[in-house]
């Protein structure tokens, strides 16, 4: 962000209770980068010949299979999309269960959804706020399907458990990985390990293509099957017809294409990635350390053995030792200008989940203690060390506050 960001003269008041804010611009929790480069490959793609349904969607796809490790990759148009593509090929129907983490974003249950299938909440282990696969066991049902784990916040889950308990009874496993490009799990990168990995090129994620998504898989059939369902159930792309006008939908399908325009933007953003990780790697380092000296505060979990892809950066508050609430500090945070936020109210608390299946609190206790006293604080390359001693500086100021 531009600098100075700094504002010289008292900042120890509270910017909430009148005091000089620690920045003085708003500071997002997350935000896209688009370099030059990324700017030529567009312009150069709308030059061409195809906006759609053209070499650049392959070239993405090729390029992003390869990064992580997959056979195949197939580009829809976000990563709700993705989620919905792997949910529909793995099968999923009325009747079927699927058993998923309430601590992530609503696209994650509504995929199950938008199949007719029910969504089945297990809790979280704590120590890593993903899925917990103790609870998932207890959740099992003869109509359990798939298991649908949330890599939360670019930490990987216990892919190892969940693997075992998918192969003893037959089930799916399919990832959402919007948070997780880049991610590792005993050497792995996410996207290589499931049946079916779905990613977001969300602006906030780790690359951009506006909107978009992808799903990854080893397998050539389902690969297949994800190419028609982007593509009305039609049987071949456009370009690969030879000579013949029809068009035979052999299966049920939606419009959920990837522009070319999207994917030379994705192509072009694919190749800073590595780049971008070790960016997110010291910062999160940074915010580690500095949160260490806080009792208050809880820093976001790490795993050995894993490579983090630091999507977000989520703290807890230790809400017992403080005076003021969770709201208190999001509402002094944002008031210093460092965009704040959570991830997330968990899913089953919202008011369409609640009526439509009966959900409620006491469902996932531990889901819903960290959905209480989580904070996401911004985070994202582009982010100056001015930046990071600013979020620093701000929790420090905050807590001193709320604590009372
Ligand atoms: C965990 C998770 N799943 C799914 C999605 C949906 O991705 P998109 O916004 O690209 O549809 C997101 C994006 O915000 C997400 O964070």
Redesign the pocket.
Known sequence: MSEPTRLAGETDTLALLGGRPVRERMLPYGRQHVDESDIRAVVETLRGDWLTNGPAVARFEEAFAAQVGARFAVAVS??????HAAAHVAGLGPGDEVILSPL??L??ANCILYCGATPVFADIDPATLNLNPGQVEKKLSPRTKAILP?HYAGLPCAMGPLQAIAQARGLRIIE?A??ALGAEWNGRRIGSLGDLT?F???P??HITTG???MVTTDDPALAEKLRRFRNHGIERQVRDRQGTWRQDMVAFGFNYRLSDIHSALGLSQLGRLEAGLRRREIIAARYGAAFAAMPEVLPAPTRSGTRHAWHIYPLRLDTDRLREDREAVFRALRAENVGATVHYLPVHLHPFYRERFGTGRGLCPAAEEAGDRLLTLPLFPQMTDADIADVIAAMAKVIRWARG
């Open positions: 976000s990563g709700t999309a993705a989620l992530t974003f696209a994650t949330v959402d919007a948070h779905a977001s090129f969300h906030v994620k909107e978009g998504g």
